[in-house]
């Protein structure tokens, strides 16, 4: 390395040091705000993680495997409760590939949030963003995460329909049987 490049490179690492010298200090409260909206994502990831994903699909396949006997039943007369027990549990079920799908994007949207978060946090803690963008920016996430916090209830209720229904499931095989006569196999 010749002397000229060496002393470039001198002046320019100097300049970078005192640049961020100049920088001021994080905000301890923006930086407490980030790290608990963090924490929340982290939770939230955490319990959606925690449900059976297999669920959804054990329930879409009980769905597909019952579908003609529902043809079938739908095109007679039912009676009042019948027709309750087998239009919620028909439709719960024809939703729990859809709901699956919802739960992984859920999760998918909740680590994304979260990158964004830690990214937010290194940039208060390193001074890269002043007060009034840090608050404008600390603003948006919060109003981001709680349309995802909903999305996260809305998920953890379908689970718990899909949970509920799948528990009806010897009830509705029962009116399933007793209405659709299939052919023995042998």
């Known amino acids: 390395m010749n002397r000229t490049i060496r002393r470039a490179a001198l002046i320019a690492l100097g300049s970078m040091s005192l640049s961020v010298g100049c920088r001021g200090p994080a905000d301890p409260?923006?930086?407490?705000?980030?790290?608990?909206?963090?924490?929340e994502t982290e939770a939230a990831m955490l319990t959606l993680k925690e449900l059976d994903r297999g669920r959804y699909d054990r329930a879409d396949s009980l769905f597909r495997v019952d579908l003609e006997r529902y043809d079938a039943v739908f095109t007679d007369t039912l009676t009042p409760e019948e027709a309750s027990v087998l239009g919620q549990h028909y439709l719960t079920m024809r939703s729990a590939a859809a709901m699956g799908r919802d739960h992984d994007r859920?999760?998918?949207?909740?680590?994304?949030?979260?990158?964004?978060?830690?990214?937010?946090?290194?940039?208060?803690s390193t001074g890269l963003i002043d007060g009034p963008r840090a608050a404008a920016a600390i603003a948006t996430?919060?109003?981001?995460?709680?349309?995802?916090?909903?999305n996260v209830q809305r998920c953890i209720d379908n689970y718990r329909m899909i949970q509920r229904t799948?528990?009806?499931?010897?009830?509705?095989?029962?009116?399933?049987?007793?209405?659709?006569?299939?052919?023995?196999?042998?």
């Open 29 to 39: 409260e923006q930086v407490r705000t980030v790290h608990t909206l963090i924490a």
């Open 106 to 124: 859920i999760i998918a949207e909740l680590a994304i949030s979260g990158q964004r978060l830690r990214a937010l946090r290194s940039d208060l």
């Open 141 to 150: 996430e919060r109003t981001l995460l709680r349309e995802l916090m909903t």
């Open 166 to 186: 799948v528990g009806t499931q010897p009830r509705v095989d029962s009116l399933l049987d007793s209405r659709v006569k299939t052919p023995v196999r042998r």
